[in-house]
């Protein structure tokens, strides 16, 4: 026979088997209910539509303008997500996070109906032609962009060969969704926008006051304060973004023939490699002496600071 002891040790292990039961199964609920609400609010935000009118730009091209829009688009990254031929391609797969991958731009592909306005205003303000934002692409830098310099960038990305085939399809993961609404991942540019901002009108020269209109093209990697640091939205492998502040994990000790080295031939002052998988320097390298003289200028006018604070 079984004791009254041995009775009640089996119904206690049974209650608790039941209580783990429906403790997991609510978890599980839990979880549901919460990716469901994840998706549901970050869907709402990546498929808020936005009422914006930007204004109308006088495009006359010429090769002269077509050739300052192509020297834009490659100093400030076009190139460099879209491919040199414009086409789009897979910049990075870091699922759950993001397939990171950018749209075919050409005249053949999903921009073949824009208008020099629909432009202006995926460019400038992060917003596509049926008002809904663009992901990822980094619009906070171009905001800013004078009238000049957008209709040069015009000319030239209208002037490039039409491709016809698909690029690879942009796609968010869970986890991407979850750092977007913890604010971790800058997916939606429209939201990070002075829309009521005027284009600067720059004086294109050797000095600080442009350097700091050209340096709106390095903020998205190395940060408002280009101090540097994790860069949000790559893969976890990617390195940090390099110090360009005047501090001693910094530029501290560099002249500017260390700096136009580094943009020109990808070389440290000691000698060592800038990756240019990370670091676009051959693209950046086509920037005039005047260019790379003004940002260096305007870099001597940040506050020093420690490197990662970006």
Same mark, same amino acid.
């Given at each position: ?66 050739? *300052? ?6 100093? *400030? ?197 800038? *990756? ?28 020093? *600071? ?5």
């Amino acid at each position: 026979m079984r004791s009254k002891g041995s009775e009640q040790q089996g119904f206690w292990r049974k209650g608790m088997a039941r209580w783990f039961v429906g403790a997991g199964l609510a978890l599980a609920v839990l979880l549901v209910v919460l990716v469901g609400m994840v998706f549901a609010v970050s869907e709402s935000r990546i498929n808020r539509t936005y009422a914006l009118e930007p204004a109308a730009l006088i495009i006359a091209p010429d090769a002269s303008m077509v050739a *300052r829009g192509m020297a834009i688009a490659t100093y *400030r990254g076009c190139r460099d997500c879209h491919g040199d031929n414009l086409a789009g391609r897979l910049v990075a797969d870091a699922m759950p996070v993001m397939r990171l991958a950018s749209p075919n731009i050409t005249p053949g592909g999903v921009t073949r109906n824009y208008t020099d306005v629909d432009w202006a205003r995926t460019i400038r303000h992060g917003v596509r032609p049926d008002g809904t934002p663009v992901r990822f692409m980094p619009s906070f830098e171009y905001t800013a962009l004078s009238h000049a310099d957008m209709a040069a960038l015009l000319a030239y990305v209208k002037s490039v060969p039409a491709v016809a085939e698909a690029a690879v399809p942009f796609a968010v993961g869970p986890l991407g969704r979850v750092l977007h609404l913890a604010g971790e991942l800058p997916l939606l540019p429209v939201e990070l926008i002075d829309h009521n901002a005027e284009p600067a009108e720059p004086t294109p020269g050797p000095t600080a006051d442009y350097g700091s209109y050209l340096a709106t093209a390095c903020i998205g990697c190395h940060g408002p304060g280009l101090s540097g640091g994790p860069i949000p939205g790559v893969p976890p492998d990617w390195p940090p973004s390099a110090n360009l502040t005047r501090h001693v994990t910094g530029l501290a000790d560099w002249r500017f023939e260390d700096f136009r080295t580094a943009l020109r031939e990808g070389k440290r002052p000691d000698g060592s490699a800038i *990756r240019g998988e990370y670091m676009p320097w051959r693209l950046i390298a086509q920037s005039s002496d005047d260019d790379i003289r003004a940002l260096w200028e305007f870099i001597g006018t940040m506050p020093p *600071r420690t490197a990662g604070l970006r």
